[in-house]
């Protein structure tokens, strides 16, 4: 079953605005392969839908715990395309469909309707702005508010004991250079390393633009970090006042600021700044160099419990 935006633009399906494009760019950059971008032709199952989002969800007791615990569930696929007007005026045309929703789009189609016009009311409370990754987060915890499963064809997986996950490093490691100004505790994550390019995410708990600054300071009083191609940085400070101080530095970088905020955005971070770090290994990356620097930052937000991974599942 087929969810089609109606609007004042005929759904085309490809992307063909800048904000439909940076939205592309920031959805790979998350989802990294389990995005995917139909690049000349829509897929063969949804025709006006060139793009894809599998997106891991399960009943309750279908999935482990366990870091590394498996999960047979079969994904949920978005598929989406987009029409000329959107954001400002038409959602995304989309379909959702796995093999334990298939009864719900072709007998019992209600349920269905009412997960699908639950997805385009969270456009028309944002309407103006970009809606997939709010669409993917919102269904990974409550697809199954509206769509039951038969537990004899999806029996519960059974649980397996995994070894936990490397967690990132943490502690004081940079030392204030002002003696009378204290250290802010920093974290660093798990270097990523691509054609001799390498990506490292470090966070800080902030609560003002001076506790940023002194963050940047005590990082760079390491030579390594002082002297890498690029230190791009973004935060979201909730002030005393209410008021939501967002801001982000590219450092010759161009666009991976824009990128970091909206990943603090999108997964809800305020307090927090998130640094990557990376050294040119001389190879150009192209837009691969975005989804590494989301990558490392986003698994950073995980190991420090800054984020809860199981809390968007």
Not at 42 to 58: D, F, K, L
Not at 279 to 292: E, N
């Amino acid at each position: 079953m087929e969810q089609v935006a109606k609007g004042r633009g005929v759904v085309v399906g490809f992307a063909t605005t800048e904000a439909q494009q940076e939205e592309l760019t920031v959805l790979d950059s998350i989802y990294a392969d389990a995005f995917v971008q139909h690049t000349t032709t829509p897929c063969e199952a949804s025709p006006t839908h060139p793009y894809q989002v599998s997106i891991q969800v399960a009943p309750e007791g279908h999935c482990t715990t366990e870091p590394e615990g498996v999960c047979s569930f079969p994904p949920l696929l978005l598929h989406f395309g987009y029409s000329p007007d959107y954001p400002a005026h038409s959602p995304p045309s989309f379909t959702l469909r796995a093999p334990w929703l298939q009864s719900h789009t072709s007998v019992h189609r209600e349920p269905y309707q009412l997960l699908c016009d639950a997805m385009v009311q969270l456009f028309r409370e944002n309407q103006g702005d970009v809606v997939m990754f709010t669409w993917v987060e919102w269904l990974k915890e409550h697809v199954f508010e509206h769509i039951s499963v038969n537990p004899a064809l999806y029996p519960p997986a059974v649980p397996r004991q995994a070894p936990a996950a490397a967690k990132a490093s943490a502690g004081r490691t940079h030392t204030s250079a002002d003696s009378d100004v204290p250290s802010i505790e920093i974290f660093h994550g798990n270097p990523l390393t691509d054609r001799k390019s390498k990506f490292v995410a470090h966070l800080a708990r902030v609560q003002c633009r001076e506790d940023v600054k002194q963050v940047m300071k005590q990082l760079k009083t390491d030579k390594k970090i002082a002297m890498a191609t690029h230190n791009m940085y973004a935060y979201r400070i909730q002030q005393a006042d209410k008021v939501l101080m967002e801001e982000r530095e590219d450092d010759g970088e161009t666009g991976a600021g824009d990128k970091l905020l909206y990943l603090l955005d999108r997964m809800k971070v305020l307090n927090v700044v998130v640094i990557v770090t990376r050294w040119y290994g001389g190879i150009q990356l192209g837009a691969t160099r975005f989804k590494h620097i989301t990558a490392v930052a986003k698994q950073l937000l995980y190991d420090t419990g800054v984020v809860d991974p199981l809390s968007l599942e």
